[in-house]
């Protein structure tokens, strides 16, 4: 039983990773833009959500009709001009991406120094739907499976949005060659914006999601960067389904190997299987050539 | 319409650093005939495409597409003005089936089509160029001359008036070849305006109305194919050691 | 700027020419003290609320009281502050402790943030021979250094004497026959927790005190329920977690839900944030703390009303125990009267601080007798242990059920 219970924690985990690598990959996998900022939505989403709930009891999950809209515009505005502009700059592709991660880990600053000088440095979290709910005989917290249901639904949506319809077909096609993209007129600029901005609105759900259950501060949002990172690059890039498998395969390793070898492990865990997808399959655990 | 040329192009030029890959470049490309460009190796012969369709940006100079200029204009924005092309080195989109690599060109293009429509079109367009077997193979699985069989596809599911070709018969067998030649010439038959880069003499000989040689980034001969294959200076700069 | 620089020497000239020669030596413009803290990067946020913080709202307090009396020149003297960002990096914090003393020239420099920053800046401090009082550090190791580091204070209780009394205390209940003594440890794989976590086990082991899980999880762990789960199984009766802030926060969010409510419940660094209040409401009482300070220490009210006007929240012990290193900092200053800063180590080091958090005296250079626990009785932290000293309150047990 306790084993059903470590495989659901993974699972329950695993979804959040995916949605959250899932937002990076339409940042760096469409929009060709390594945003080490990109942790930063997910703090705003957290914080929008703890203060909407804390001064008005507003529901965390209707405080995303805030959030998510501001960070869409605010990630749209960042691509347009300061992002966007580097790349008529830049003379190579090696320079852009230097460039890029120059800019963005100053972004990174800017925003946590405004987060702490607005919000102070300490720890905030509050309770929501901490209560225990009794799945296939396992307990699980409602917080959680609401924030995995909720990861799971925008995936999916977000899966199907890319597979099934004319937008996210020029998506995908920008994410494998945008010059070949752009010859079939598809508007390259305008939907890597588009891209960039969706992937940091996904960020603020997805933090929206997180402060239901973990407590947070002013400097989580690289902590969230770095997990989307190696999900994304295990997952592959630009491979949507891969970045949900991958998710859900890394939150496993974590639980599993937390309960079978020892907790304090995981993290060594997480990087081993990290590396052996870098040795293995470099190109990405579920890409395909 | 007017009388002119579909395509005009004047004193196009482009350097790379200190490479000029295309000096003061004129072309005029008459409505429904097709015009091909040759030169060794180097000579910038695809880097005049690329200027065209604006993947690059150019130092000077002029394109008119039906009189109206297009240099300048982003790379899609020149594809919705009906120019479309095909790479030397193929790119067609490896995750996506050819299908879908045919689609992406019909649902954008110059007339963006509604999904129903574009797919009812698509499997027409598929069977014209000979890949109806391999609709749901993705990009990647795909045989050399199949990726540039999809290419072409793409580029046509775009709706062109001007298709630019570059090196399109390149690698293929003589009975493919023949296949090709065939394939081209009915595009052309139905309506299009075609620049083709071939190395393929007898491709050359077989479907140009008019024949452009490029050496070093500038035009050294043009004329009648026949005239030009022959003329001795052509000669000695394909087989000569003047760009090597 | 320059005009300015004229006026003032021209100023001090005729004061030179016109005035008689004076008795007292002339009492410094201001006393210039200095420090690096992380305001940006991973360690900015507890840097800011329980150091930076502090720092303004020390000086903030002296200025308005007109500065720090120098007995020397008979005059209060305000203080100056210079202050860098070390960006979360310990080599910046080395650099920049140098570069105030070298270049800047402050009178004083304060610690930094962090055990690892405190421990690598130290022997810093050291070299050059200023005096510091470290807060926010604690490890196995403070406890050895004293005499080669002799102008570095430690303030903080050391994870020996925090976690003895938390052995005792089970060892005591379990011969009442109160609770069996199972006891169930978890701590973060990071420094802190671990040497606590060891530091316990020792304990226990010199009690007596039965072990019945002891494991760690890894820094930023996003789920701690299938080790809760694993514990249950177990039944303890006494709950230690050796934890930072967002797993103390997790670990009894999920000990709620899942029914996890042994009678003796403990966690670490974040229990008495005023965050952790707000979060977890009355369900707070009882629990028990790493750490505490005297809440009836005298002049704690009056500061936390300062500290409320000046931030606007809430203070956390951490906060109250650095001001207080301040306060010990001013008044060794005071009884020397003037800035010495062997004078002001060997004050520091012999003499006995009254303080809004506890009563510092210094042996060894380590605050011996700290406050070790604490714990949530209704809306207030209170200090459990030791239980000798001026201000402790009994221990409430068992924890109310959740
Ligand atoms: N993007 C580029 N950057 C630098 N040099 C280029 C670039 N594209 C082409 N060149 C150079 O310009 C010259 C012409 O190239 P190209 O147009 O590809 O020749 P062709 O197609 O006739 O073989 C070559 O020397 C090539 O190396
Ligand atoms: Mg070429």
Redesign the pocket.
């Known amino acids: 039983m306790i084993l059903f219970e470590v495989v659901l924690s993974g699972v329950l985990v695993g979804g959040m990773y995916g949605l959250i690598a899932l937002g990076l990959n339409l940042q760096y996998g469409i929009a060709r833009m390594m945003n080490l900022a990109y942790g930063e939505a997910l703090m705003g989403g957290a914080y929008t959500a703890f203060w909407f709930f804390m001064l008005w009891r507003i529901d965390p999950l209707a405080s995303m009709l805030f959030s998510v809209p501001v960070a869409f515009c605010g990630n749209w505005l960042i691509y347009r001009y300061l992002l966007s502009p580097l790349i008529r700059r830049a003379a190579n592709q090696e320079i852009l991406e230097a460039d890029t991660i120059l800019v963005t880990f100053g972004l990174l600053f800017v925003f946590q120094g405004l987060a702490l000088v607005q919000w102070g440095g300490e720890y905030r979290g509050y309770t929501y739907l901490a209560v225990p709910i009794d799945l296939l005989g396992a307990t699980v917290a409602l917080n959680r499976l609401m924030a995995f249901v909720a990861a799971v639904v925008l995936a999916l949506a977000l899966y199907w949005l890319l597979r099934s319809t004319r937008l996210g077909g020029a998506l995908r096609a920008i994410a494998i060659d945008p010059v070949a993209a752009q010859l079939v007129a598809v508007d390259v600029p305008r939907l890597s914006a588009l891209a960039f901005a969706a992937g940091g609105a996904i960020m603020a759900a997805a933090g929206t999601l997180v402060s239901m259950f973990l407590s947070f501060n002013a400097s989580i949002g690289i902590v969230y960067t770095l997990k989307a990172l190696i999900v994304v690059i295990m997952g592959g890039v630009g491979r949507m389904l891969g970045c949900l498998m991958a998710g859900l395969l890394l939150g496993l390793a974590e639980a599993l190997g937390a309960y079978l070898v020892d907790p304090g492990l995981t993290l060594a865990i997480n990087f081993a299987l990290f590396l052996l997808v870098l040795l293995v399959r470099p190109q990405g655990l579920f890409s395909r050539g | 319409m007017t009388a002119g040329p579909l395509l005009a192009i004047q004193g196009l030029s482009k350097s790379?650093?200190g490479?000029q890959?295309v000096r003061d470049f004129d072309l005029d490309v008459p409505e429904r005939s097709i015009v091909g460009l040759i030169?060794p190796?180097?000579?910038?012969?695809?880097?005049?495409l690329n200027l065209v369709t604006g993947e690059?940006a150019a130092d000077g100079g002029s394109v008119r597409l039906d009189g109206r200029e297009i240099l300048g204009r982003p790379a899609f924005r020149v594809c919705r003005a009906r120019i479309a092309r095909t790479f030397?080195l193929v790119r067609v989109l490896p995750g996506m089936t050819t299908r879908e690599n045919v689609l992406i060109g019909r649902l954008f293009g110059s007339a963006p089509a509604t999904p129903e429509h574009a797919r009812k079109e698509i499997d027409a367009l598929l069977d014209r160029v000979g890949l109806s077997d391999l609709a749901d193979q993705t990009g990647a699985q795909l045989t050399y001359i199949d990726q540039k069989r999809v290419e072409l596809a793409r580029a046509l599911a775009t709706q062109p008036r001007l298709l630019l070709l570059d090196e399109w018969l390149a690698g293929l067998n003589p009975r493919e070849l023949q296949i090709g030649i065939e394939l081209i010439r009915r595009i052309r038959d139905e309506g299009m305006t075609i620049v083709m880069?071939e190395h393929v003499m007898e491709a050359i000989r077989a479907l140009c109305d008019h024949v452009v040689v490029?050496s070093a980034g500038g035009l050294i001969a043009a004329g009648a194919p026949d005239s030009v294959l022959n003329d001795p200076e052509v000669a000695r700069v394909y087989l000569g050691d003047d760009d090597a | 700027m320059q005009r300015r620089t004229v006026l003032k020497g021209g100023a001090s000239l005729i004061g030179a020419g016109s005035l008689p020669t004076i008795a007292r030596a002339q009492a410094p413009k201001s006393i210039r003290i200095g420090y690096a803290v992380a305001l940006s990067g991973p360690y900015a946020p507890g840097a800011q609320s329980t150091t930076w913080s502090q720092y303004k709202l020390w000086a903030k307090d002296v200025n308005d009281a007109g500065g720090i009396m120098l007995k020397k020149y008979g005059a209060k003297v305000p203080v100056e502050l210079i202050d860098y960002d070390d960006r979360s990096q310990i080599e910046e914090a080395i650099r920049l402790v140098e570069r105030l003393i070298l270049n800047d020239k402050v009178d004083l420099v304060l610690a930094p943030w962090g055990t690892a920053t405190n421990l690598a800046t130290a022997p810093v401090f050291n070299k050059y021979e200023y005096p510091v009082i470290h807060f926010t550090a604690s490890a196995d190791r403070v406890a050895q250094l004293g005499p080669r580091w002799p102008y570095s204070f430690w303030a903080l209780v050391q994870p020996k004497p925090a976690t003895a009394p938390l052995a005792t205390m089970v060892k005591k209940l379990t011969t009442e026959g109160k609770i069996k003594g199972r006891v169930a440890i978890m701590h973060v794989a990071d420094q802190l927790g671990v040497e606590m976590a060891a530091a316990m086990q020792e304990a226990c082991k010199k009690e007596g005190v039965e072990i019945v899980y002891f494991k760690s999880y890894p820094l930023g762990a996003s789920d701690l329920s299938p080790q809760i789960r694993e514990m249950m199984a177990l039944n303890p009766d006494a709950f230690f977690a050796f934890s930072y802030p967002s797993d103390t926060f997790m670990v009894t969010e999920q000990s709620h839900v899942l029914g996890f409510s042994p009678p003796i419940y403990y966690t670490g660094v974040g229990t008495p944030f005023p965050a952790y209040a707000a979060k977890f409401g009355a369900k707070k009482n009882g629990v028990l703390i790493y750490g505490a300070v005297d809440s009836t220490a005298p002049g704690q009210k009056e500061y936390r009303e300062r500290h409320k006007a000046m931030y606007n929240r809430d203070v956390e012990i951490g906060s109250i125990g650095t001001y207080a290193t301040m306060q010990i900092l001013q008044k060794a200053i005071e009884q020397v009267g003037e800035i010495d800063r062997k004078k002001i180590r060997d004050a520091i080091a012999g003499g006995t601080f009254e303080t809004i958090a506890d009563v510092y005296s210094f042996k060894g250079q380590l605050h011996q007798n700290a406050w070790a626990v604490g714990q949530w009785q209704g809306d207030e932290v209170v200090a459990v242990y030791p239980e000798n000293k001026r201000g402790a309150k009994p221990l409430m047990f068992p924890k109310p059920k959740w």
């Not at chain 2, 190796?41 to 005049?48: D, I």
């Open positions: 790379f650093g490479l890959a030169g190796n180097g000579s910038g012969k695809t880097t005049v690059i030397q880069i490029m």
